[in-house]
Every structure is written in C-alpha cells, then in structure tokens.
C-alpha cells in the first residue's frame, strides 16, 4: 500500500529523508525536526557515539517518526558508495537529501583515496551522494535536494591547477574553495536533462552551530564570542530548509541567501564552470575506480 493512500486526505504524508552530517548543528536539528513530524530520517554521520547520542534523544522527546543512524567516514569514496548501497537495500523511495556534512582542518590532511580532506567531505562526498541517490528520489512524487553552503558568498574559487590545494592550502582557503564548488554541484546537476528532482542551494549565513573542536583554541574562542554577539539561532537558519523539503521549489534550481533568491546569473554558478568540475569529478573518480576495483559488497 502507497504512503498516499494510507494518509487522511489534506495531510502531507510521511517523507523519508536523508540528512548527512545530522549529528551536529544544524543537521541535527534538521533530523529531530523531521522525525518529530512523523518523516523517517535516515542520519549520515561519522561519530557512533554522537549517533547514539541522537538517537537517545529523539527517545526523549517521543518522536512520532523514526531516525535511523549510519556510521560512515564520507571522507572515502567506497564508505559513501557502500552507504548509498544500505539505503537502497531497506529504502525504495526517498523523498529529500539534504546536505550539510563538512570537515574544518587547521592543516592539510590527505585522505586514504589521496584527496584532501575537506574537498572530499564537503564536496565530494555531497556529489555521490546527490547522483547515486538520485534514482530512489526520482520515485518520489516530490522530491528535493537541499545543499547547505555558501551560495551568494562570491570570496574564494576554484583552483583549477591544484584542486587537492597541494601548494596553496589555508584552512579558509579550502573551506571557500569547496564552498564555490557544491555552487557548481548543483548548476550542473539541475541542468540535466529530464531532471525531475529540483535542486536547492542554501546559505544559512553564520549560525550558532558547529563542531569548532578541530580548530585551534585560540580560534574557538574568537568563533564563540561572534556566535554569541552576530549568529543567528540554530532554529532560524533550518527553518527554511522544512518550508522547501515540505513544499519543494518548481524550478529546477534555487539559490537562497537566508532568506532572499538570489539571480542564477551569479558567476558562482556559471554552467561553462560547472561542466568543467563535473569533468575534473569524473576524473577523479575514474582514476579510483581504476586504482581501487571493488566487489559489490564494496571489499577491496
């Protein structure tokens, strides 16, 4: 039997929804928020005892839905092929993803696949997951792709010759590099061709949320002294993100600062620069494949 066709008529029916990075901040919050409204939750994470942490939680608080925690390192490219594989083992439909996984670092750090670290979480991991979950979304009736960055920011960019930042890292600089490129992420995937799932880039703006333990303490101290006085509350910068799983935009694309749209024209998602990482991405992933062939099970 559908979800449809066992929800009274006028409710919205139960949605399942994918959050990763939902055991801090802001995907948190968007976790608790969607089983508390009877969605079932499936939660990206790295931390098992964060995950359990959060599923004590919606214990707690009786959620009516349900959450459902998946331990995985999306730092690797097997690990996050090897989750989407799990979900679609017990999940034939997925009604939204939303993204928000990132990993700040002080210091360059080069992953088990050789890639840079924040490169590969905050971007990366966000590509695998938006184009191999993409066939369970498209069996929703309403499906959506939410990508938490910095859409409207114009600092930073691509560094074409040196995307792993092998000779210009900076903790900033990485950061933005990868935040000008989940732009792109989502240009290009919303310009496919018979694309049903629209695409949602967000910018939240500075927020009272985050994991700050990687950096340096000095820098911790400075971050929670501006939180205090400038950032907006967890509960406020997420409550768009229900208004657009709930109600997904038409358009195939849509770009929010806070809360104002902003022009497609922006130069931060320009379609020639959005062809030309999804080509790079290809690569990358190409050169995996090659190096490292996997079994089904995802076992070297």
Known sequence: MSREAVTPKGEKPPRTVVVSGGTNGMG????????????????????????ERLLNEAARLEVTGAIEFEQVDLSGIDDTRAVVRRIAARHDVLDALTLFANRQAPRRTVTGDGLEQVFAVYYL???????????????????????????????????WDDLQLEDEYG????????????????ARFAAQQDNPIPYVLYHPGFTRTGDLSPLRPALRVTLRVLAALAARPVERAVS?????????????????????SLPLTLRTLDPHDADRLAQATRAILTAHDRAVPTTRDGAT
């Open 171 to 186: 903790m900033v600089t990485a950061q933005l590099q990868a935040a000008r490129a989940n732009d792109l992420l989502g």
């Open 240 to 260: 768009p993100i229900h208004r657009f799983i709930d109600d997904p935009p038409r358009a195939p694309l849509s770009a929010i600062d806070r809360d104002k």
């Open 125 to 159: 991991s966000r590509y695998l997951l938006s184009y191999e979950l993409s066939p369970l979304l498209r069996r929703s009736r309403t499906p959506v792709i939410v990508n938490v960055a910095g859409v409207g920011t114009t600092k930073g960019r691509l560094h």
């Open 28 to 51: 948190r919050a968007v976790a608790l928020g969607r089983a508390a409204r009877g969605d079932t939750v499936i939660v990206l994470g790295s931390n098992r005892e964060k995950g």
